[in-house]
């Protein structure tokens, strides 16, 4: 079955970086498109980051320039690595991979929290 791992969430001051991984296994990692959402007490779950098989990247307006997401083949793992954090990008962040109209797949989500 497909499962998705994420880990590297923390507490992090205001202007701090934090680095959160996702390690997919059950699937054919470097054919699909990886996700990473967010979502923060209250609100909706938005889309964050995305990353095709091809490396294209996709962001929110809101992290732009801020954060990065990449993916490492080999290691079945994608990353987002996010720099001057503020109080507003805490959120349980989720990793996600859709492999077809009918399966889409979660991480159990890491929390990240921005505070001083």
């Known amino acids: 079955q497909v499962q998705l791992v994420e880990s590297g969430g923390g507490l992090v001051q205001p202007g701090g970086s934090l680095r959160l991984s996702c390690t997919a296994s059950g699937i054919i990692f470097g054919i699909y498109a990886m996700n990473w959402y967010r979502q923060a007490p209250g609100k909706q779950r938005e889309l964050v980051a995305t990353?095709?098989?091809?490396?294209?990247?996709y962001y929110v307006d809101s992290v732009k320039g801020r954060f990065t997401i990449s993916r490492d083949n080999a290691k079945n793992t994608v990353y987002l690595q996010m720099n001057s954090l503020t109080p507003e990008d805490t959120a349980v962040y989720y990793c996600n991979v859709r492999v077809n109209s009918q399966a889409t797949y979660w991480g159990q989500g890491t929390q990240v929290t921005v505070s001083s």
């Open positions: 990353i095709t098989s091809g490396e294209g990247t």
